[in-house]
């Protein structure tokens, strides 16, 4: 029987709905670099 070091898939399971439509509101606004999410992102890596 083989142990995974690591099952990130399993791990991500429950986050998979959300981390899908994050992806897809960010390719439609085509704001890869700077723009609303990034803010966003780094406000929240702040406050981490």
């Not at 399993?10 to 899908?20: G, K, V």
């Not at 704001?31 to 966003?40: A, H, P």
């Amino acid at each position: 029987m083989t142990v995974p070091l690591l099952d990130l898939g399993r791990q991500h399971e429950s986050l998979m709905p959300q981390l899908r439509q994050v992806f897809e509101d960010v390719t439609r606004s085509g704001q890869f670099i700077l723009g609303e999410y990034v803010q966003q992102f780094e406000n929240e890596l702040a406050k981490y």
